[in-house]
T-cell receptor
Framework: DAKTTQPPSMDCAEGRAANLPCNHS???????VYWYRQIHSQGPQYIIH???NNETNEMASLIITEDRKSSTLILPHATLRDTAVYYC????????????FGKGTKLSVKP | DSGVTQTPKHLITATGQRVTLRCSPR?????VYWYQQSLDQGLQFLIQ???????AKGNILERFSAQQFPDLHSELNLSSLELGDSALYFC????????????FGPGTRLLVL
């Protein structure tokens, strides 16, 4: 089972920041938080990941709380093309690498 | 473009038949993963290969099998197909198969009639 809880859906106005929350209260010390998104029925697209510190790349920012029990993915200026299902995944840093997907959050960016 | 390629894009077949899905990983990646996405089950891990060897198994049916070849491409074989096998099948690859990032291909849509 997925180790994360996400809201099933969210709306965001085009050009505004989209803040997608994720709860992972049972995360352990060596587990990473990964975010992927799936646009329509395309292959999941890697967005960002982090362990303890906040991370930023060209796509998004990831804010992880100090106790690591929750995180927020931030898309700073959402566009219509950001409409997708966003998956937050907690992942063991060990040798077995498969991803366990939950139901994710359906983000709808509206004009 | 993730660099992972999958063929075919679409496949329509009949119950009882056998099909083969193909995946080419990103250049330099040694590990390949197969996932199935159906409407009722979501994205589920099937099997992982690393450098030609099976490394991990998930919810893969006995009717399904996979292999990874010396050139690192992988094939997923689905046999005795049932209506419920209709789904999207995704391949992902990563460098070593541990904690590093996986990159997904565009998928193969299988429809069993």
């Amino acid at each position: 089972d997925a180790k994360t809880t996400q809201p099933p859906s969210m709306d965001c106005a085009e050009g505004r920041a989209a803040n997608l929350p994720c709860n992972h209260s049972t995360i352990s010390g060596n587990e990473y938080v990964y975010w992927y998104r799936q646009i329509h029925s395309q292959g999941p697209q890697y967005i960002i990941h982090g362990l303890k510190n906040n991370e930023t790349n060209e796509m998004a920012s990831l804010i992880i709380t100090e106790d690591r029990k929750s995180s927020t993915l931030i898309l700073p200026h959402a566009t219509l093309r950001d409409t997708a299902v966003y998956y937050c995944i907690v992942r063991d840093g060990g040798s077995q690498g498969n991803l366990i997907f939950g139901k994710g959050t359906k983000l709808s960016v509206k004009p | 473009d993730s660099g992972v390629t999958q063929t075919p894009k679409h496949l329509i077949t009949a119950t009882g038949q056998r099909v083969t899905l193909r995946c080419s990983p990103r250049s330099g990646d040694l590990s390949v993963y197969w996932y199935q996405q159906s409407l009722d089950q979501g994205l589920q891990f099937l099997i992982q290969y690393y450098n030609g060897e099976e490394r991990a198994k998930g919810n893969i049916l006995e009717r399904f099998s996979a292999q990874q070849f010396p050139d690192l491409h992988s094939e997923l074989n689905l046999s005795s197909l049932e209506l419920g096998d209709s789904a999207l099948y995704f391949c992902a690859s990563s460098v070593f198969g541990g904690k590093e990032t996986q990159y997904f291909g565009p998928g193969t849509r299988l429809l069993v009639l």
